[in-house]
C-alpha cells in the first residue's frame, strides 16, 4: 500500500520538545521533496519545513531556530524535530512527499499525505 504514516504527536509543555516521523511505504523517497504542514481549525494549512532531496531545507520563518527536518533515505523516513515548542504551535501536523519543490513549498500539493497527528503544547 502506498502511503505516509506519521507518528511522534503529543501533549507537550511550553518550552519542551517533540519529534514527528513520517515513514513511507510502496514507494521510495529517495527522488522526492518531503515537508511538514500544520493546521488550525478555521485556518488555512501552512507549510512548516520542507527539504529537497539533495538534502537542502527552508522553514517558515516561525519555526526558524527551533524546528529541523532531516531524513534518512535508508529507513525511508523523514522527521520534524521541534524543540522550543510554544503554544501557537499547537495544530494537526501532516506529512507530505512530492517531486516538485515548488508544487509542494508554495502550491501545497502532494502525491502523498499523512493522516496527520496532533501536537499541542499546553501546561
Known amino acids: 500500500q502506498v502511503q505516509l504514516v506519521e507518528s511522534g504527536g503529543g501533549l507537550v509543555q511550553p518550552g519542551g520538545s517533540l519529534r514527528l516521523s513520517c515513514a513511507a511505504s510502496?514507494?521510495?523517497?529517495?527522488?522526492?521533496?518531503v515537508g511538514w504542514f500544520r493546521q488550525v481549525p478555521g485556518k488555512e494549512r501552512e507549510g512548516v519545513a520542507c527539504?529537497?532531496?539533495?538534502?537542502?531545507?527552508y522553514y517558515a520563518d516561525s519555526v526558524k531556530g527551533r524546528f529541523t527536518i532531516s531524513r534518512d533515505n535508508t529507513k525511508n523516513t523523514f522527521y520534524l524535530q521541534m524543540s522550543g515548542l510554544r503554544p501557537e504551535d499547537t495544530a494537526v501536523y501532516y506529512c507530505?512527499?512530492?517531486?516538485?519543490?515548488?508544487?509542494?513549498?508554495?502550491?501545497?500539493?502532494?502525491?502523498?499525505w499523512g493522516q496527520g497527528t496532533q501536537v499541542t503544547v499546553s501546561y
Open positions: 527539504m529537497h532531496s539533495v538534502g537542502v531545507a
Open positions: 507530505a512527499a512530492d517531486p516538485g519543490l515548488l508544487r509542494l513549498w508554495k502550491f501545497r500539493q502532494g502525491d502523498f
Open positions: 510502496g514507494f521510495t523517497l529517495d527522488e522526492y521533496v
